[in-house]
């Protein structure tokens, strides 16, 4: 089995080695993209085939693919650096099951990012299947030998003239057939195709052995909203989420026999945007702030640019990615990220920051009012940070064009990372 793993915007080569797994790669990307035609890779090239701007894994028959962020070195520490520091963000972001000592635990074993997201799902939904399965009560009319809840007198005198022996019953059943349950054992069964861990393996049998009462179903999207989670159930919340993604993930066109094509994608720049957000709620305390004051997405903070003339209709609304106000309620920052690679100050003054992006926090600044307003990219070599103030005499607003590293451990470098988005806060911590 041939196993790539690539960063955003690598090439990979045209090679005979590679030749197989491409053909394959191609006939699922292009199933994937659909009508939209928007391809995970580029494939214009007869040299090479170069990868965009999705990172996640794609299993096809005879091989897989493993695209990591563009955050490291291109060698094999980088690589790994990367692989980890991408499981953590999904981990942050909630978009995969597991907590840290989860993610250290399974970082030692230097598996393939699609076993090492199997073996996550599979030990989390394990354990909380062991805690207690889910189960309903569902009422039952059967003709039975002894009596079991209510005799219906009526149906029992029709169905049973001629059988004394039996007794038409209306009872409640506890079972564990539920449409929870039949999605975790769907998703196992599909990972069980997928997995090359015998760990995980074996953690997935066992969860199939444990829902052996559980109907084997094609899982439609009415199963998931047919969930409805209560204090009971809300454990599963995310483990449900996870086996979504593994069953819209399969590709039933591609799939033949225990061969199958699977896909876990996300687009790099939402999941910057959303990490960057979820670690500075996480860790409020931290740089001192209160949760109720950060708001992810403006929720909490809606404005709109624009009032429609004819009617006073508010029409197109902003969206920073982060507002944090002070703890009088007043504005303090408005954070957007950018999932960008700018040029280094010698190259560019700028740093090749767009003028749609500055005009976008302009946008902000002037419709919150707001005193600070932060671009934030990723870090490379030969940048520096830039502040710039708003020219007019109306307002003081600022505009600062802030960069984080991430070519780190970002889970064992934590307390760094943070000093360093405290500073890009304009927080004084403590090291």
């Known amino acids: 089995m041939r196993y790539l793993k690539v960063a955003e915007y690598e090439r990979i080569l045209r090679s005979d080695q590679n030749r197989k797994l491409l053909t394959q790669l191609q006939g699922f990307d292009e199933q994937w993209s659909g009508s939209a035609g928007d391809t995970i890779f580029d494939w214009n090239d007869r040299r090479f085939v170069k990868a965009k701007n999705y990172v996640g894994v794609i299993a096809v028959p005879g091989g897989a693919i493993e695209i990591l962020p563009k955050i490291d070195k291109p060698d094999k520490e980088g690589k790994e650096r990367a692989q980890q520091n991408l ?125 052996d009462e559980v109907q084997d179903l094609e899982i439609a999207d009415h199963h998931f909203s047919d969930i409805h989670y209560n204090r009971n159930t809300e454990r599963f919340k995310p483990l449900i989420g996870f086996s979504m993604l593994v069953i819209k993930g399969m590709s039933p066109i591609w799939t033949k026999g225990k061969e199958v094509s699977f896909s876990l994608l996300f687009p790099m720049e939402q999941l910057f945007e959303e990490f960057i957000a979820r670690y500075i709620h996480r860790y409020a305390e931290d740089f001192d702030l209160l949760r109720e004051n950060i708001h992810i997405q403006a929720v909490g903070r809606r404005e709109w640019l624009l009032k429609r003339e004819h009617d006073s209709r508010d029409k197109f609304r902003l969206k920073p990615d982060l507002i944090i106000d002070d703890k009088l309620g007043g504005l303090r920052l408005i954070l957007d990220t950018k999932w960008k690679h700018l040029k280094s100050d010698e190259e560019d003054s700028t ?69 360093e988005i405290g500073k890009v806060l304009g927080i004084k911590m403590s090291a």
């Open 87 to 211: 499981l953590y963000m999904l981990s942050m972001t909630r978009k995969i099951v597991g907590e840290e000592r989860d993610l250290a635990a399974i970082g030692k074993q230097k598996m393939p990012l699609l076993d090492q997201l199997i073996a996550l799902f599979a030990e989390k939904t394990l354990k909380e299947l062991k805690r207690g399965i889910d189960h309903t009560y569902v009422t039952r009319e059967e003709n039975l030998y002894r009596l079991k809840g209510k005799l219906l007198v009526g149906k029992h005198a029709v169905k049973n003239a001629i059988h004394e022996e039996r007794v038409y019953c209306r009872y409640d059943d506890f079972i564990s057939d539920t449409s929870l349950n039949r999605i975790l054992k769907a998703a196992c069964r599909r990972l069980l195709l997928l997995s090359s861990s015998t760990t995980a393996q074996k953690k997935l049998r066992e969860i199939v052995f444990l829902l």
């Open 351 to 419: 740093n090749g920051v767009s003028q749609a992006d500055i005009y976008q926090l302009y946008a902000y600044a002037h419709r919150y009012k707001c005193p600070e307003n932060v671009l934030l990219f990723p870090y490379v070599d030969g940048v520096t940070a830039k502040s710039y103030t708003i020219k007019e005499g109306y307002c003081s607003h600022k505009i600062r064009v802030e960069f984080v590293k991430l070519d780190r451990d970002l889970k064992a470098d934590g307390p760094a990372f943070r000093l």
